[in-house]
């Protein structure tokens, strides 16, 4: 069975990862909100 410091650390990694995306999501719904990108659904639609 695992001990608890290893347990930590795979949980302090886990979250570490978590922020990260939680936050690179953020901006993107962040920068769709602005206005920054643009959906062209007509480029996706004529491949």
């Known amino acids: 069975m695992a001990d608890r410091s290893?347990?930590?650390l795979?949980?302090?990694i886990f979250a570490t990862v978590?922020?990260?995306v939680m936050l690179a999501t953020?901006?993107?719904v962040k920068g769709y909100a602005d206005?920054?990108?643009s959906f062209d659904g007509a480029a996706i639609a004529s491949r």
């Open 18 to 20: 978590t922020l990260a």
């Open 35 to 37: 206005g920054a990108y």
């Open 6 to 8: 290893g347990l930590k």
């Open 10 to 12: 795979v949980g302090f």
């Open 26 to 28: 953020g901006m993107v």
